[in-house]
């Protein structure tokens, strides 16, 4: 059996980087997991601070994706540490949350992301990264490890 999220406003919306569940890390707040990965290709430069500071998620992902902007050049090494570390700050910040992710048992978790094939299923055959780190922080919970 496997829980399938996408939209924030769904059942298990929680687990989406859209869901309304800010943190802080490294001394700021973040309004989502979304502003965070995105803000984090541009580390260091004042494009990270604009994303921070934008007024929802979609607008984050999209000044995140604008192609006009340096992106860091070790992006790609880092990209799933960095989300690893919004969730892990997202689900230990909110008890709440961090219950509702322990209750989804040993579940698969899987973005149902229609047109992303890294992060979600895409078409069916994608990586589901997000769900699998999704699935790592419930078990460093678990475990008494975060």
Do not use: C
């Amino acid at each position: 059996m496997s829980i399938r999220f996408y939209r924030e406003r769904d059942p298990y919306g929680f687990l989406s980087n859209f869901s309304p569940h800010g943190f802080t890390l490294e001394g700021r707040f973040w309004h989502t997991s979304e502003h965070y990965f995105q803000a984090k290709k541009f580390a260091g430069t004042g494009h990270e601070e604009v994303v921070r500071q934008a007024p929802s998620p979609a607008e984050a992902k999209a000044l995140g994706r604008d192609p006009s902007k340096p992106l860091r050049p070790d992006w790609e090494t880092v990209k799933e540490d960095i989300m690893r570390e919004a969730l892990v700050a997202k689900f230990t910040q909110h008890p709440d949350l961090r219950a509702a992710l322990l209750a989804t048992g040993e579940e698969a978790l899987i973005e149902a992301a229609p047109h992303d094939a890294y992060w979600g299923v895409g078409d069916g055959t994608g990586k589901n990264r997000l769900g699998a780190l999704l699935m790592q922080v419930r078990s460093r919970l678990r475990a008494g490890s975060e």
